[in-house]
C-alpha cells in the first residue's frame, strides 16, 4: 500500500490532505504529523481581531478531525528529513523521543 506522510497541520497541508484521501480512498495510507494537535482557520482571524468572534471558535483540533476522514494523525516536531534513507525524523509529542518515520 501507497503510505503519504504531510508533514504540517495549516490550510496549505491540510487541503492535499483531504483532496488526496477523497480522491484515492483506501489505496493509500496518510498520515499527518503537526507540532501541535490544534490548528486555526485563519482566515477567520480578523474577526478575532477585531473582537467579532473568539479565537475558540476557530480551533480545529486535527487529533479528532484527521481521523474522522480516514487520515492518521501524530501530534510530533519534525527535526530532520534524510530524503537519501527516506526517512522523517520527529519528536511524538513535540517532546518526546525520536521516530523515524517513512516518506
Not at 503519504?4 to 484521501?21: E, M, Q
Not at 482571524?45 to 486535527?62: F, Q, T
Not at 474522522?68 to 525524523?89: H, L, M, P, R, S
Amino acid at each position: 500500500m501507497t503510505k503519504v506522510l504531510v508533514i504540517g497541520g495549516r490550510f496549505g497541508a491540510l487541503t492535499p490532505a483531504y483532496t488526496l484521501k477523497r480522491l484515492v480512498g483506501s489505496k493509500a495510507d496518510i498520515k499527518l504529523i503537526n507540532e501541535s494537535k490544534y490548528s486555526w482557520l485563519r482566515l477567520d482571524m480578523p474577526h478575532v481581531s477585531i473582537g467579532v468572534k473568539d479565537v475558540e471558535e476557530w480551533k480545529l483540533d486535527l487529533s479528532k478531525a484527521l481521523p474522522q476522514k480516514g487520515i492518521e494523525f501524530e501530534e510530533g516536531k519534525i527535526t530532520k528529513i534524510d530524503a537519501e534513507n527516506n526517512k522523517v525524523i520527529y519528536r511524538e509529542g513535540g517532546l518526546r523521543g525520536r521516530k523515524a518515520s517513512p516518506l
